[in-house]
Structure formats: C-alpha cells, structure tokens
C-alpha cells in the first residue's frame, strides 16, 4: 500500500475539503470546517458518495487498507484546520478530530456479514436494540514508577489495560501507579444493533451485531432508533466459562460514522418515475377507492373498516403546544369479531405493508416485551435498556392480535403509549422515557365466542374503559346469516382457491402493496395536512349536536372531546392521502362519517335509539342505569315497609306506576341478578345482596 505513504491521496483530501461543491455550487465542507470552532465539534461528516465523485482513488485506498484510509483522511483534517484554525488545533487534542464517513457504498445485511469481510469497511443499518452507559476509554496512559517517581507514557492497544514490564528510568521491575489527570480517556460505548423488521425472512430468528462508539457519537441515539453505520469490522477471541480462550471470535463493528434516520419513511427510495406515478394518483378522482380497495384484497367486504386502516396507514399530524404538550397523530383501532371474519389476516397485512410495523399476538406478548426490559450484561456486568415490540415500531403500526387474551398486567403497560407516545421506565437504577410513536391496530374475540349484540361491549370482551377509550374508532365484525351475501363470499374464496381472477371490480387491487408502501411514505414525508376552518366547522356541529341530544337529567353522553381529537386525526389522514396541503370539507364528513359508524356499533343503547358512550365505559347503559336506579329505589321503600325479601310481582307493579315499562323492567333486574346486586331467595321473591 504505498500509495498511502506519499503525500498524494492525502493532499487530495486537503483539496477535497477545500474545493468540493454541491449542485448549486456550495461549498459543503469548507463552510463545516469554518463552523467546527465556533459549534465547538471535533469530527466533520463527509459523505463518500462525495469522496468517490470528486476522485476514484479514495475507493481503492477504502477497500484496500480502511484503516490506513482513515488514518489518512483524519491527519489530512488536523493539517487543514492547522493552517485555518491554528487557535482552536492548539485548545483541542488532535487524537479527538475525526472525519466520519457515512453513506459508504458497500452496504452489507446484518445476516450476510461473513469473515471475508473482516477488516473491511462496511455500511450497516437496523434498530438499536440496547446501548451501555458512556465508559471513559483510556488511550494513551501515563504510569508512575512506585521507586523511582520518574513518569511513563504507554499506549493502550485493542482497548486492553498494559502496564510497562519495567521502568526504562531506574530499570527496576515494579508495579506502576496510574496517572489519570495525565493520561488520555476517550468516550467509549456499546450498542447492539439487530436487522430491521422489512428486512427479515419470514420465520426466522433476527440477527444482530454489536457496535463500539468512540468520540463525539457516544449517545446520540437511543433503543428503538433506525442507524446506519459505517464502520470495518473486527473480532473478539472467544472464552470458556474457565477464562480459556477458544479458536472461534465473536465479530464487532468499530464506527466510524453514523447516521440516525428519525422518520420511518426516510429509509425508502422514491425514483423519478415513483413521483410520477405518485403524483397521477394522487390527482385521480377515485384515490381514495383505489387506495381502500387495496387494502387486504384477499379480504371480501369490510368496506369501512379498510377505509378506516388506510387512514391510519396515512395518519395525522403530530402537534406540538406551546406549553410542551404533545397531541398525538397516529391513530388507533380495535376490530372485535367473530371467528372467521378475517381480523388477522386484515393485520398481517398491514403489518407487512407498513414501513416500520410488527406484528405480535397476545398470547406470547409480555409488558417487558411490548414496552422495554432492563437487562444484565454478562461481560461488562451493568444494567442495560432493551427496546420492546412498541418502542421497535417507533413511527410505524404495532399490529396485535388476540388483544383480550393478554394478561391484564401486560396489556396495561401500553396505555402511556397509546396515547402519550412515550414508554417511560424505572428499572435497576434505569430511569428513561423512550419514544413509541405508534399507531396500534388491534384484533379481540369476544368473551363468549360469538358476539352477543344484546350484550354491552364490556360484557362481549372484557376489556378495561381505560384501554377502550383510546381506540379512536373501534369496528364489530358479525358472522351474520345472509343467503346472497355468503353466496358472494363462498364465490369469492372459492376463486381465490382456483387462482381465477374475482368476478367483482372492488376485489381487484388497483395498486400493488410495494407502490402503495411508497406512496405512504412519500405522503408522510412531504405533506403536512392543515385543519381548515370549513372542516373545523363540520367537527365542531357534529360534537356540538351529538352532545346536544344528551342535554337535561340522566341523559346519556354520547361522545367525548377523545372523539373530538379523533375526527381531527382521520380528517388529516384523509387529505395526506390525495397530498393534500389542506384538509377541507369532504375530509372532515368522511372522518365523521366513520366515527358515527363506529360508535353505532359498539355505542348505540338499544332502548333509546340513542347513541351512548356509557356502554363502553360500564356494563350498563344510561337508560339500563336510570332504570336501575328506580328499581333499587323502589326496593328500599318496600324493605322500609316491612320485609327485606320483596315480592317480585308487587316490586314490578310498583315500578311500573313510576313510568318504567315492564318488559324493560324485568330486563334490568335480570341483569341486577346477573351483577349480583340482586338474588332470588326463593321462586317470585326477589331480595338485595348486602354490601
């Protein structure tokens, strides 16, 4: 490699930092080097793309000696800034500036890196699963001779602790005393990056690899966050349980240069003729039908509940108030139904078309698991910080299936994510707050199999208000007897079995789910929907009308201001999806449109006819409660009349002359009976359980 010995390619690097200019003539680096003193920075970030079209030779001096090419391109840094910035070379040590390499061309897959590539420089990307605290590194030692007080320096090699054999002062063999205040410590950390969801095989075990950060990247990412690091690749000896060393070496990666990607769509290549297509749909008419119908093609029906996943593929906009207040943008949805309805295969779906989704099932998830664990590291023997399944889907989907069945405990820990975006833990002296900027697309069976419309929601699935209350919009799935509409869904699967194109227009998917994945992240990435004050006006007589129907005594609510920061989410979904800038009108109909079908379903109070938010929150109703209220009432006055077993037919008439119909009556006792407030002592009498 003596190509690295003369002064050629570095002096080339000089010229580089000095001349290079972007597209309108800028000059990139030269204005970065100039800011360095003044932003008080130790490294410049240089892409190589840049490097590679300014000279060929800096490819072949990577790929031949990396270690050497970065060597070089650092020393020719401190020479620059030494003829420029004199001032600042001299405050600063020169060990500390570094030029980082990022975008390197030769990008490897976690699961391809091999030992050919063993002292190579490579390009990694994936989630951080865990880092390590900060750790000072010593570098360059300074020992003191315990005989003779005469000072040693000594360079650490390979981040392992050597001591002089002998004092080269006195020649006595003695142990040493370290200096710190005159030796040399860098920041030092460890990361665990693992292969990123989209890049995984279907069935198989994520790979992951562990990464040494060195110098001013220490802690500029967190668990959960999308990196790319460039970086070569080197080992580590492994050892038995008896200190033993082995013949097989663990790899790692020493950075160089990273790169933190905080949107979840950056990660996507949209080429010129991408934005065409993109830029003809979204002018289409028919967007959003196209969009919709393409969602779980394989799905027949289910019409607005794919309208409703296609908004939260798309999503709001995430604000941020002046106070520090954050309102979230991502929305979330529950889908209750019956067996055979297709829930989990609507999730796999969406699970596979999102850029950054997961998909889990209830079962097999703990709240360690879905949030962050806080592990013990066996070499370094600290606590560590894991990301869990929602922190990973950080700014994408997080898709659970069998939601009731999660344990209680578990499924509780996602209520600060579901709606304030964060996880927050204190664990083992580990206190910290993680982003899970998540949209949550849920599936739950109902309690007793079937759904029993009859029944509340509370008593279909059992699940907590606290948990129901921050679904945006939730969705029953019923397996209803129809003649013509199972004639239609036994013809559509059955052509699905014999490959045969489906007779129906709406079972064509218009685009394929790799066009649409970038559509969404081309609407995500470029448009930010503003609420306009047309569409504030029809939310706003919505929530205002809805909640006028509840006005005066017992009345039931029927929505609440949750609803109200849903409609805005779903209408801002909707305009991101024709790239609108703008949500207007239509947007916000559309939005209330879905809430008042949604909260029809799992809301409306079959006596009334009115739509009633209590049936979520209890197992009773408004009306179920008010008529409760009169029954129990009743009872105490015939208790205070004699006896505390009330003759049930005396309790009904009675009740029955406040203005309570009979059958409606017998109703709620039943259900009283059914809660335990109420028993039968014996057949016709009726009496309260005693609390």
């Known amino acids: 490699m003596s190509g690295l010995n003369d002064e050629g390619p570095q002096e080339r690097f000089e010229e580089f930092l000095r001349t290079y200019k972007d597209e309108v003539g800028k000059l990139v680096y030269w204005s970065r080097l100039q800011q360095m003193s003044i932003n008080d920075e130790s490294s410049i970030v240089v892409n190589f793309q840049d490097l590679a079209s300014f000279d060929s030779v800096f490819i072949t001096l990577a790929t031949e000696d990396p270690m050497q090419f970065l060597k070089m391109i650092d020393s020719a840094l401190v020479s620059v800034l030494k003829i420029e ?12 500036l570094k030029v980082r390499i990022i975008d390197y061309p030769e990008h490897i897959p976690l699961r391809s890196i091999r030992s050919k590539h063993i002292g190579r420089l490579l390009h990694i990307s994936g989630i951080m699963m865990r880092a390590s605290i900060v750790k000072p590194l010593l570098v360059e030692a300074m020992f003191r001779c315990r005989i003779c007080g005469g000072d040693i320096p000594q360079t650490q090699e390979d981040g392992r602790y050597t001591e002089p054999a002998l004092c080269p002062v006195c020649g006595k063999k003695t142990a040493m005393r370290l200096i710190p205040e005159l030796s040399h ?26 990464v040494i950060f060195e110098g001013d990247i220490v802690d500029i990412s967190r668990p959960g966050d999308f990196v790319k690091v460039t970086g070569i690749l080197e080992t580590t000896p492994d050892f038995t349980r008896r200190g033993s060393r082995l013949a097989t070496f663990n790899v790692f990666i020493d950075a160089n240069g990273v790169e933190i990607t905080e949107k979840e769509y950056e990660q996507l290549e949209i080429s010129e003729d991408d934005e065409k297509k993109i830029r003809e749909l979204a002018e289409d008419q028919y967007v ?45 949805i529950l889908m209750i139904g019956d067996p055979g309805t297709g829930k989990s295969q609507i999730l796999k779906f969406v699970s596979g078309l999102a850029a950054r989704a997961l998909y889990t099932s209830g079962k097999g998830t703990t709240a360690a698991g879905l949030t962050a664990a806080v592990l013990h590291d066996t070499e370094t023997g600290a606590m560590t910080l894991e990301a869990g399944a929602l922190v990973l889907a950080d700014q994408g989907i997080a898709c659970i299936d069998e939601f009731d069945k999660m344990d209680p405990n578990d499924r509780n820990a996602i209520h600060e994510a579901m709606e304030q975006h964060t996880v927050s833990i204190a664990k083992a002296g580990i206190i910290a707050t993680l982003n899970a900027r998540t949209s949550i697309l849920a599936a739950a069976n109902p309690t007793l199999g079937r759904y029993e419309p009859s029944l509340s929601v509370q008593d279909n699935i059992r699940l907590p208000f606290t948990i129901l209350s921050r679904f945006d919009l939730m969705w029953i799935m019923v397996d209803t007897v129809e003649a013509t509409k199972d004639r239609e869904l036994a013809q559509f699967i059955l052509s699905l079995h014999q490959k045969k194109k489906p007779s129906t227009k709406s079972a064509t998917p218009p685009l394929s789910p790799e066009f649409l994945k970038k559509y969404i992240g081309y609407a995500n990435r470029y448009v930010v929907p503003q609420l306009t004050s047309e569409a504030a006006e029809v939310i706003e007589n919505f929530y205002v009308d809805l909640r006028k129907t509840a006005e005066g005594g017992a009345a039931p609510v029927p ?63 408004a009306s179920q409660r008010s008529s409760s209220d009169i029954i129990l009432k009743v009872m105490k006055d015939l208790e205070s009349e004699g006896t505390s077993t009330v003759d049930e037919e005396a309790l009904l008439q009675r009740v029955q002359s406040m203005g309570l119909p009979r059958d409606r009556a017998e109703q709620v006792i039943k259900k009283l009976v059914a809660e ?8 016709g009498k009726v009496r309260r359980a005693q609390s």
């Open 559 to 621: 929505i609440t201001a949750r609803q109200l920061e849903s409609l805005v989410r779903l209408a801002e979904s909707r305009a991101r999806m024709a790239l609108r800038s703008k949500v207007n009108k239509e947007d916000a109909q559309a939005a209330v449109r879905l809430m008042e079908a949604s909260l029809r379903m799992v809301a409306l109070d079959s006596i009334t006819g009115k739509i009633d938010i209590d049936r979520l929150v209890s197992k009773m109703s």
């Open 185 to 210: 410590f860098i920041d030092w950390q460890k990361v665990r990056i693992q292969e990123s969801p989209d890049e995984l095989p279907p069935g198989q075990m994520p790979r992951s690899v562990d």
């Open 676 to 683: 335990g407030i109420l028993f039968h002592p014996r057949e």
């Open 85 to 96: 910035d004199p001032e600042y070379v001299s405050a600063i040590d020169t060990n500390l």
């Open 288 to 332: 959003y039908e196209r969009i919709n119908a393409s969602i779980a093609p394989s799905i027949h029906g289910h019409e607005q509940i794919k309208e409703s996943i296609a908004l939260l593929l798309f999503g709001g906009v995430e604000k941020k108030l002046p106070d520090g207040t954050r309102l979230r943008g991502k929305s979330n």
